[in-house]
């Protein structure tokens, strides 16, 4: 199943991974991507979650192997949301457990909020609750990937969101990656991005929530991200020391581990 129509004209691609045993009825994780991944970015993951779940990578609209976008896609965010709900539905199951990272992260809490019934456990790797604050940032990317291309932007901009600690093969590999994105879908999605906040849906999350962050992160500050994070019911922070804001790129074995115990310790 690994491209799902969510509609008209849009399709999704969906990579699963399962080494759970047959004879057992396995849940299944649904996790999601930043801003210009795809379902590689949890590479790391996979191991260390597929032989307790089904494992189903989503490239968002636009990204990975999902069609690229044009540059006058009518981005959403709540069409994002959707589109989350149309795989869950795609993938069989009647519930999952949701992992997102960066703004993944921030459309699994609004999938959480106001989907319940679809979610049982909910992990959120450096996301914020609001990304109001990108509006300084969004339009010199937008500027600087119409004239120096996708690669470029992310190697520019890699340092602040992977922090000091990567080896330049890490950097390369991610930046490769990232810069395999389409500009058109970039140009449209980093419009949308500023006017994203689910700040204020964060009391409607029932789920389990994990959240991860860093002590550096430019995505928010420690205190930031704890003003929304206890306002979940049942959740739990997890501070990392690192000055990344990309939790799952700079510290991926940690941060697997500790979702792998989260979802599956019980």
Same mark, same amino acid.
């Given at each position: 199943?690994?491209?799902?129509?969510?509609?008209?004209?849009?399709?999704?691609?969906?990579?699963?991974?399962?080494?759970?045993?047959?004879?057992?009825?396995? &849940?299944?994780?649904?996790?999601?991507?930043?801003?210009?991944?795809?379902?590689?970015?949890?590479?790391?993951?996979? &191991?260390?979650?597929?032989?307790?779940?089904? @494992?189903?990578?989503?490239?968002?609209?636009?990204?990975?192997?999902?069609? /690229?976008?044009?540059?006058?896609?009518?981005?959403?965010?709540?069409?994002?949301?959707?589109?989350?709900?149309? @795989?869950?539905?795609?993938?069989?199951?009647?519930?999952?457990?949701?992992?997102?990272?960066?703004?993944?992260?921030?459309?699994?809490?609004?999938?959480?909020?106001?989907?319940?019934?679809?979610?049982?456990?909910?992990?959120?790797?450096?996301? &914020?609750?609001?990304?109001?604050?990108?509006?300084?940032?969004?339009?010199?990317?937008?500027?600087?990937?119409?004239?120096?291309?996708?690669?470029?932007?992310?190697?520019?901009?890699?340092?602040?969101?992977?922090?000091?600690?990567?080896? &330049? /093969?890490?950097?390369?590999?991610?930046?490769?990656?990232?810069?395999?994105?389409?500009?058109?879908?970039?140009?449209?999605?980093?419009?949308?991005?500023?006017?994203?906040?689910?700040? /204020?849906?964060?009391?409607?999350?029932? /789920?389990?929530?994990?959240?991860?962050?860093?002590?550096?992160?430019?995505?928010?500050?420690?205190?930031?991200?704890?003003?929304?994070?206890?306002?979940?019911?049942?959740?739990?922070? @997890?501070?990392?020391?690192?000055?990344?804001?990309?939790?799952?790129?700079?510290?991926?074995?940690?941060?697997?581990?500790?979702?792998?115990?989260?979802?599956?310790?019980?």
């Amino acid at each position: 199943m690994p491209m799902i129509e969510t509609a008209p004209g849009i399709q999704v691609h969906v990579s699963l991974d399962n080494f759970t045993d047959p004879w057992v009825q396995a &849940p299944t994780v649904l996790m999601i991507h930043g801003l210009a991944e795809c379902g590689e970015a949890f590479r790391a993951f996979v &191991p260390a979650l597929s032989r307790h779940a089904r @494992v189903a990578r989503l490239d968002l609209r636009g990204y990975g192997a999902s069609p /690229a976008l044009p540059a006058d896609h009518p981005w959403r965010f709540d069409t994002l949301i959707e589109d989350v709900v149309k @795989v869950i539905a795609a993938l069989g199951v009647a519930k999952v457990h949701l992992v997102g990272g960066k703004i993944g992260g921030t459309i699994a809490l609004a999938v959480a909020a106001r989907h319940p019934s679809l979610v049982d456990r909910l992990a959120v790797l450096g996301a &914020p609750a609001s990304l109001r604050d990108m509006i300084s940032r969004t339009p010199s990317w937008r500027e600087q990937i119409a004239r120096d291309g996708v690669l470029a932007w992310v190697r520019a901009t890699n340092a602040g969101r992977m922090g000091s600690r990567m080896t &330049p /093969a890490q950097l390369e590999w991610w930046a490769q990656m990232m810069g395999r994105t389409a500009a058109s879908t970039l140009e449209g999605f980093l419009q949308m991005v500023p006017g994203v906040d689910v700040t /204020a849906e964060v009391d409607r999350i029932v /789920a389990p929530t994990l959240v991860v962050t860093t002590t550096g992160s430019g995505l928010g500050s420690v205190e930031t991200v704890r003003a929304w994070q206890e306002r979940i019911p049942q959740s739990d922070l @997890v501070v990392l020391e690192n000055d990344s804001y990309h939790v799952a790129a700079s510290d991926p074995d940690e941060t697997a581990a500790l979702v792998r115990e989260f979802l599956f310790a019980a």
